[in-house]
């Protein structure tokens, strides 16, 4: 199957962990005129090694973490799924295994079938957390080459702790533990990085994305950062001049002007912890959260719901475990309409049973 999440013309977008505000006037200017700039060279091939972006990404994780990356440790490409691909076609492959915690990020067994990989899933708890011994035990069992963790996890916004991930990564010496950040920048205060074990973890991956709290989806930018060993793996498997001109230029502006990018995170983890509330005073099972969207329930019958706020112009996610749905976080006006819209839905529902 191929990847599907509804793409349908909706007034109250909440469906795909996007954030709602985009670049602003200004510095999507200044982005046209990188874009203008690099269209006027478009007849060369762009700089294979990246090694402006890789330079800027470097500074950009090392103001978060307060410790230095060097460009060589880090990767780019399309996406941070395209990162994760060329991580399966460097570390998976036939006779091998790439294993993951389920509930969690449903492109994880497409890039192991895409690569001929045996994808092996175990399962975490009833709160949607990592187990450490069920973890190390499937890791002896399985001995696979990689190790795919989203912190927070997706669908159920679970962040890891940094125990799991040394954990993990002691028992796998030989494997790839890729702990994939696509929503680190959403964490709440306290939650800590993977990145900080880098120093001192050789078989360590972090992954990031541009897409999510950047808010530079349709950008197409991912990356990680590993030891420069993982990062040169990655140079032979990716095709020729993966990354174009104008995707390197778009993504250097944005970096040039991260705090501004990153201006409405806060905001953001501030509706989120409130709409957990609102969920959990109405009774719901809410996840604990540590991305831009929340995952609630239990229904019966979950599409119902889907399709009445759907019908109510709310489109939000039929994912996760069944009876679960997810929602992403908007504007306030967005998260105004999709409380309206559930709070009837709801109630109807209620009156329907009474
Ligand atoms: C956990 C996780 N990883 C990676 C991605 C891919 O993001 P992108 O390819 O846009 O960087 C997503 C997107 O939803 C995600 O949820």
Same mark, same amino acid.
């Given at each position: 199957m191929p990847y599907g999440a509804p793409q349908l013309d909706l007034p109250v977008q909440l469906?795909?962990? /996007? !954030?709602?505000?985009?670049?602003?006037?200004?510095?999507? /200017? $200044?982005?046209?005129?990188? !874009?203008?700039?690099?269209? %006027?060279?478009?007849? &060369?091939?762009?700089?294979? $090694?990246?090694?402006?972006? &890789?330079?800027? @990404?470097?500074?950009?994780?090392?103001? $978060? %973490?307060?410790?230095?990356?060097?460009?060589? *440790?880090? =990767?780019? +490409?399309?996406?941070?799924?395209? #990162?994760? @691909?060329? @991580?399966? *076609?460097?570390?998976?492959?036939?006779?091998?295994?790439?294993?993951?915690?389920?509930?969690?990020?449903?492109?994880?067994?497409?890039? +192991?079938?895409?690569?001929?990989?045996? =994808? #092996? $899933?175990?399962?975490?708890?009833?709160?949607?957390s990592v187990e450490t011994a069920s973890a190390l035990a499937l890791i002896a069992e399985q001995a696979p080459s990689l190790v795919l963790l989203p912190s927070p996890n997706n669908p159920t916004g679970t962040a890891l702790p940094l125990e799991v991930v040394s954990a993990l990564c002691d028992a796998a010496p030989s494997a790839v533990v890729v702990i994939d950040e696509a929503y680190a920048e959403f964490r709440r205060t306290g939650t800590p990085s993977a990145l900080t074990l880098l120093a001192t973890h050789r078989n360590l991956v972090v992954a990031r994305t541009m897409s999510k709290a950047f808010g530079l989806a349709g950008a197409r930018l991912g990356y990680f950062a590993a030891a420069r060993e993982i990062c040169d793996a990655a140079r032979i498997v990716r095709l020729p001049y993966h990354l174009s001109a104008t995707t390197q230029a778009v993504a250097l502006v944005a970096l040039r002007h991260a705090p501004e990018m990153l201006a409405r995170v806060d905001e953001l983890r501030a509706e989120r912890d409130r709409l957990v509330d609102w969920l959990r005073a109405g009774g719901l099972?809410?996840?604990?959260?540590? +991305?831009?969207?929340?995952?609630?329930?239990?229904?019966?019958?979950?599409?119902?719901i889907w399709q009445a706020l759907c019908d109510r112009g709310v489109l939000i996610r039929e994912t996760g475990p069944d009876g679960w749905l997810r929602v992403s976080i908007g504007t306030p006006m967005e998260?105004?309409?999709? &409380?309206? +819209?559930?709070?009837?839905? @709801?109630?109807?529902?209620? /009156? /329907?049973e009474a």
């Open positions: 469906n795909v962990n /996007e !954030v709602p505000y985009g670049p602003s006037p200004a510095i999507a /200017e $200044e982005m046209a005129r990188a !874009v203008f700039d690099a269209a %006027t060279t478009l007849n &060369r091939y762009p700089d294979r $090694e990246f090694t402006a972006l &890789r330079t800027e @990404l470097a500074a950009y994780l090392g103001r $978060e %973490t307060g410790t230095a990356f060097a460009p060589e *440790q880090i =990767w780019a +490409a399309n996406g941070s799924n395209e #990162v994760m @691909l060329h @991580l399966l *076609q460097a570390f998976g492959g036939p006779g091998r295994t790439a294993v993951s915690f389920a509930p969690t990020y449903s492109m994880y067994p497409e890039y +192991a079938r895409d690569t001929m990989t045996t =994808w #092996v $899933e175990g399962h975490r708890a009833s709160d949607f099972r809410v996840a604990d959260s540590d +991305a831009n969207f929340v995952l609630f329930g239990t229904f019966d019958n979950r599409h119902a998260m105004t309409a999709f &409380r309206k +819209a559930l709070s009837e839905v @709801l109630d109807l529902r209620a /009156e /329907e």
